[in-house]
Structure formats: C-alpha cells, structure tokens
C-alpha cells in the first residue's frame, strides 16, 4: 500500500529549504540563550574583518577565518552537549 503524501518525508528542494530554515533557527537560539556564542560570535566578526584587512595571502586569510569557524561550531557543540546533560 503507497503512503499518502502527508506521510512520505520531505525531498529534493524542500528537504534542503526546511533543514536550512532548521538551522538559522538553531543558531537564533543560541545567539538568543548562549553568553559565550554570544561572545565568540562578536570575535568572530572582528577577526574576520581583521582577517580579510591583513597583507597575508588568500590562503593564510581562510586559515584564520577557519579556525574562529571552528571555535563556533565547538561551542554549539558544548551547548548542545550542555543541553542534554
């Protein structure tokens, strides 16, 4: 027997839209309840705009940015981890 439509599970487009959606909605709620996010988060925008004025190369730019990328997602990570424990 075929499911109805109401039950099969988001594809394609949609799928890819709702888990975007999902996600600004999860980085809202941490810059809304979480101080350090908060306080990673302002580092963040300083050191990318210090990254992208610096006269290093493109790469040496994207090491810098990517590292204070990492720290974000450690930290949503530890909230997460916060969250359940």
Known sequence: MEPTSEFKSKSGLKRIFSAFFYSLEGLQTAVRSEH??????????????????????????????????????????????????
């Open 36 to 85: 350090a996010f908060r306080q990673e988060l302002f580092v963040f925008v300083v050191g990318t705009i210090a990254a992208l004025l610096l006269p290093v190369s493109a790469f040496q730019k994207l090491v810098l940015i990517g590292s204070m990328v990492i720290v974000l997602i450690v930290e949503l990570i530890n909230s997460a981890i916060e969250a359940v424990v």
